[in-house]
């Protein structure tokens, strides 16, 4: 469910008609719904209610302080990544005890701030990375908790790309290891370790991934309890899939009917860290046609939103619907590309598109997630404007870049 | 040939050990040797002298302003896709009479002040186009030139995404439609064709692909002037490959040798569009080890570069050698992994990797063309820093990007 539907043949974004913020601020445009952003995170809330989940909303999806900011003005905590997201975090008042940071590359400088900032606590890749976090909180006199991130390995049948939980993937501690670093965990003086960590993979639509990876989990925990290592905290992850497509993913309450008994077993506090579940349907990326081209072989809609404004079609041939503003019944075979200088840069092919005209405006659907946030200047390009709708309001929550943006770090070179 | 050599087992860029530049500027770091952009311009105008091609060197491979105004200063055209590379262009002080400019989705914008500022001709990829750009310049009330981009439908051997010469690409014109369009060529008031323009693709290592296309073109130009249709130029383009693994690309001289002759013929002035050539094995992103993590299938080199440093390993499947500042005799196959949280992460997969310790550093090579181009924010990490060396002196060409620059275009939203 979401906020971008058509009402007398226009599209809408909650009350506000897609075609004037396209018009007003431009294109290539991101454009959000509050309302939708809102609605799935309170809809996972209220899933998970029973066992009163501590939901970390998972910035890389989407970064954008505006986001951020209603997520926590909800109650949300942060699930980070960087150093850059911890700055993030903090920026839009996100309380440092609501903060989960995991990478498999955490530099010094990276924990060492997030030390000092008291976070909930770091979900720990590997062994090496446990011990240089308890150094550093030993050189700052601090004692910092972790969660031991686990790979079940178990398949998440999802893009290569975006499966986490192998065995053969670089993320987290398989089983054997996590035991044998919780039965020394005494050594590590300066660090805590109240809980374990899986996320198996990212758009998964079906439970039994899910569900095989908890309760490998929760057998563990069993077993760690019967050997007197007790923990306080159980992060699910996320990874919970969108419709981009046909797929018809589990809703939030589902998922929860499944899951939460296991959960409720481990009689552990639960956290779990959606991103595309909360933002992916609550934008969208609109873009202009600039072209068509008809060649022999094909018909080309040729629009100015590039794979530097979403990478995703050619990075992981993912598919998103593209929509007019304006609905028209008559449709076309076509490939919708980019203006980037590379046969990758596409965002359909060989589709049946609207049969739209040049100066016409396409929606590329279910953009929130993953669309700005890997966002490039690739071609010398300027990173487009993002908006916030809200019932009959408008708010830009980032201006496109300029050109003075492009080159700003630049110097020149005095070699003679 | 590139000036990134061990000397006394420690990795040099020209005279300066690379290790004492990761030191100073800390990692990722990407670094270009003045002397090899230098030499790699200097092989190719020398190896084109007898036909004096005009060398537009392709910004979109790496659009730094200290790299293109090395490049300007040694005589080069440029070769640009957007505005944005227009800007750089004229920034670095590139007259406006060496710049030609390609893209299949130039929007009106764009357009208009490539006319106004006078560029010596447009690649022209579609009809739809040709129209607006002579739209455009009537508004202005000038004459603009344009080159006629074919499409020559030949098969470049190379990687899908970066192959633009097939006629199921979205690039150009096939051969019969732009015979129409030059026929009708006095329909266009404000538009002198002036020339034609073919590129087939990007990271060639052979000729006989130039060598195909150059002489289809060159047939079609014959028989343009049989029906009294004279032409200036002729823009061959780029894709010139380099060595990343274990290719034995053509010299710039031998390519010369092959395709001068064809070009000869022609009687037409030459413009070639090289960018890889150039700056490809100019430049090496350099990446820190933060964690060497063993696990039961395999071993990993946890580096603080990413997939936001370096796409090309993700995005083509590209090969890039990895080698370490100071030589270690050992290896061990391992794969090379970024901090990033997707497995699509990744510099190398399961290769014989020198046996570094954390905290040595690894140089990724032949990183200088679409490495820092391409370059995103994803997972909020800050933008490399780039720097250049001439002999016994080095100088920031981009500052590392800074917290506040990731959020400085960002708003909070205000709805209530």
Redesign the interface.
């Known amino acids: 469910m979401h906020d971008f539907v058509y009402k007398n043949k226009n599209l809408f974004c909650e009350n506000i008609k897609v075609q004037d913020l396209a018009a007003r601020f431009g294109t290539p445009l991101h454009i959000y719904s509050?309302n939708t952003l809102m609605d799935h995170f309170i809809k996972l809330r209220k899933a998970f209610s029973a066992i009163q989940a501590l939901i970390c909303y998972s910035?890389?999806a989407n970064?954008?302080?505006?986001i951020l900011?209603?997520l926590v003005n909800l109650g949300a905590g942060l699930d980070i990544?960087?150093?850059?997201?911890l700055?993030?975090a903090l920026?839009?008042g996100c309380p440092a005890n609501k903060i989960v940071y995991?990478?498999?590359?955490?530099?010094e400088a990276e924990i060492a701030t997030a030390i000092t900032e008291g976070i909930l606590f770091f979900n720990v890749?590997?062994?090496?990375?446990l011990m240089?976090i308890d150094r550093i909180a030993c050189q700052l006199g601090k004692i910092t908790r972790v969660a031991i991130r686990i790979?079940p390995d178990v398949e998440a049948k999802t893009h290569?790309?975006?499966?986490?939980g192998k065995?053969?993937?670089?993320?987290g501690?398989?089983l054997?290891?996590a035991y044998k670093i919780l039965l020394l965990r005494n050594k590590f003086r300066n660090v805590k370790i109240c809980g374990l960590h899986i996320h198996i993979g990212s758009q998964i639509t079906e439970s039994a991934p899910f569900v095989a990876a908890i309760k490998k989990v929760a057998d563990f925990i069993r077993k760690l309890e019967s050997k007197g290592i007790s923990l306080e905290y159980l992060n699910i992850g996320g990874g919970l899939g969108i419709i981009y497509a046909n797929e018809a993913p589990q809703t939030a309450q589902v998922y929860a009917n499944e899951v939460v008994p296991l959960l409720k077993s481990t009689g552990l506090k639960i956290i779990m860290e959606p991103g595309r579940f909360i933002v992916g349907n609550a934008g969208i990326l609109v873009t202009k046609v600039?072209?068509?081209?008809n060649?022999?072989?094909?018909k080309?809609v040729?629009?100015?939103g590039?794979m530097n404004d979403l990478?995703r079609p050619?990075?992981y041939g993912a598919y998103h619907n593209i929509l007019p503003l304006r609905k028209i019944s008559k449709t076309e075979k076509a490939?919708v590309?980019?203006?980037?200088?590379?046969?990758?840069d596409?965002l359909a092919k060989e589709r049946l598109i609207a049969n739209v005209k040049?100066g016409d405006y396409l929606a590329v659907m279910s953009a929130g997630a993953y669309g700005f946030?890997?966002?490039?200047?690739?071609?010398?390009?300027?990173r487009a404007a993002e908006v916030?709708v809200?019932k009959n309001?408008v708010?830009?929550?980032?201006?496109?870049?300029t050109?003075a943006?492009?080159?700003?770090?630049?110097?020149?070179?005095?070699?003679k």
Do not use: H, Q, W
């Open positions: 509050y910035v890389k970064s954008n302080l505006a900011k209603v990544v960087s150093g850059g997201e700055f993030r920026k839009v995991a990478s498999v590359g955490k530099t890749e590997s062994l090496p990375e240089s790979n290569k790309f975006i499966t986490t065995i053969t993937n670089k993320f501690i398989d054997n290891n600039l072209y068509i081209k060649t022999p072989k094909k080309f040729i629009v100015d590039g990478i050619a990075l490939d590309v980019g203006p980037i200088c590379e046969s990758g596409f040049e946030s890997m966002s490039s200047n690739y071609n010398s390009r300027l916030m809200s309001k708010c830009v929550i980032r201006k496109r870049e050109y943006d492009l080159v700003r770090n630049e110097l020149l070179f005095k070699a």
